[in-house]
Nanobody
Framework: QVQLVESGGGVVQAGGSLRLSCAAS????????MGWYRQAPGKQREWIVQ???????NYADSVNGRFTISRDSAKKTVYLQMNSLKPDDTAVYYC????????WGQGTQVIVSS
């Protein structure tokens, strides 16, 4: 059974930082591209960042320079360090393995207050 379990969400003031974690089980972690998506209230879910099995990272323009993705193979965990947070970053953040047709976590709420 595949599980992606996110943690680390919360409420933070604008300009602050949060680190999200996603612990994976039930998959051969090292073979998967891992990513993060987010869904703001009233909006569609959007891709924001991914890291391939080889370590290549890609970022959406909206988060480039502020967010950093990383992965730890020993812990089967992917991280999202979010700095310089803005109110527009308020959303539910979802961990993903294998793209849109892959596996999803349950989501973790991030609220950035102004």
């Amino acid at each position: 059974q595949v599980q992606l379990v996110e943690s680390g969400g919360g409420v933070v003031q604008a300009g602050g930082s949060l680190r999200l974690s996603c612990a994976a089980s039930g998959i051969i972690f090292d073979t998967y591209t891992m990513g993060w998506y987010r869904q703001a209230p009233g909006k569609q879910r959007e891709w924001i960042v991914q890291i391939t099995s080889g370590g290549t990272k890609n970022y959406a323009d909206s988060v480039n320079g502020r967010f950093t993705i990383s992965r730890d193979s020993a812990k089967k965990t992917v991280y999202l360090q979010m700095n310089s947070l803005k109110p527009d970053d308020t959303a539910v953040y979802y961990c993903n393995a294998g793209g849109i047709r892959g596996y999803w976590g349950q989501g973790t709420q991030v609220i950035v207050s102004s």
